[in-house]
């Protein structure tokens, strides 16, 4: 299983940014996905995910009415739509897939992609 992250960058804040995640070697359509963050010194933390058929979603209240998170299924693709950008925000952000807990507060995942960093400046 492999998951290709792509669309960090650098942005000021109140910027827009969108990630991508491209999974290949599994039953992309059955898996629930995620996507985390790590900033410095801090833990790594779920941002945002939802289940195969898309219809539970998760956001941390950090994020809840700024991101967004889709999937292509014909793509194998998710996206994390950011928007309205915060110093805050700033980290490496990870996709993963294969929701292995029942509960959405740290939860744990089979598969993770490399990381693509978001840094947002004041």
């Known amino acids: 299983v492999q998951l290709q992250a792509s669309g960090g960058g650098s942005v000021q804040a109140g910027g827009s940014l969108r990630l991508s995640c491209a999974a290949s070697?599994?039953?992309?359509?059955?898996?629930?996905m995620g996507w985390f963050r790590q900033a410095p010194g801090k833990e790594r933390e779920i941002v945002a995910g939802f289940t195969w058929s898309g219809g539970i979603k998760y956001f941390a209240d950090s994020v809840q009415g700024r991101f967004i998170i889709s999937r292509d299924n014909a793509k194998n693709t998710v996206y994390l739509q950011m928007n309205s950008l915060k110093p805050e925000d700033t980290a490496v952000y990870y996709c993963?897939?294969?929701?292995?807990?029942?509960?959405?507060?740290?939860?744990?995942?089979?598969?993770w992609g490399q990381g693509t960093l978001v840094t947002v400046s004041s």
């Open positions: 993963a897939a294969g929701r292995t807990t029942s509960s959405w507060h740290n939860p744990t995942f089979n598969y």
């Open positions: 070697g599994l039953t992309f359509g059955s898996a629930d």
